[in-house]
């Protein structure tokens, strides 16, 4: 009688012995299976697009009280941004009269009266993020 209980008792240790492996196994293979959690962001990044402002004029040679029209498109300003025409004198850039403001669609145009001779001109705009200058052309006037 006793090698009979112990019979059971054997078989039933082991059932118990492979359940609980099967059990652990298959819930151990499940986590490692289950992707790990993405943090969810708090806040959302912008990215920033550095700022550039482009220039073209209507005309690279006037006579003298002809008005020249620059126009150009910006990139990464805000509409209404204050833009500047500057001049090149004496290896220094200066401001000139002719202002005017980002417009809608992200484009601008501005008319300015040069006096005679070589204008190397561009326009420049002054933002929180920094100054942005356009490429230099270049006016005669005659």
């Given at each position: ?48 697009v550095k700022a550039s ?65 070589t204008h190397h001109l ?21």
């Open positions: 009688m006793t090698s009979v209980l112990r019979h059971r008792y054997g078989r039933a240790l082991g059932a118990a012995a492979l359940s609980v492996a099967l059990i652990s196994g298959g819930t151990a293979g499940a986590y490692a299976a289950s992707p790990k959690p993405t943090p969810t962001p708090t806040s959302t990044t912008h990215m920033t402002i482009t220039l073209t004029v209507n005309k690279t040679s006037v006579k003298a009280g002809q008005a020249v029209k620059l126009t150009g498109r910006t990139k990464g300003l805000k509409i209404g941004s204050p833009l500047v025409l500057q001049h090149l004198v004496s290896g220094k850039w200066t401001n000139l009269k002719a202002t005017t403001t980002v417009k809608k669609g992200s484009s601008y145009a501005m008319m300015a009266k040069l006096p005679k001779g561009r326009v420049a705009s002054v933002s929180k993020s920094g100054k942005v200058v356009s490429p230099t052309v270049t006016v005669k006037v005659s």
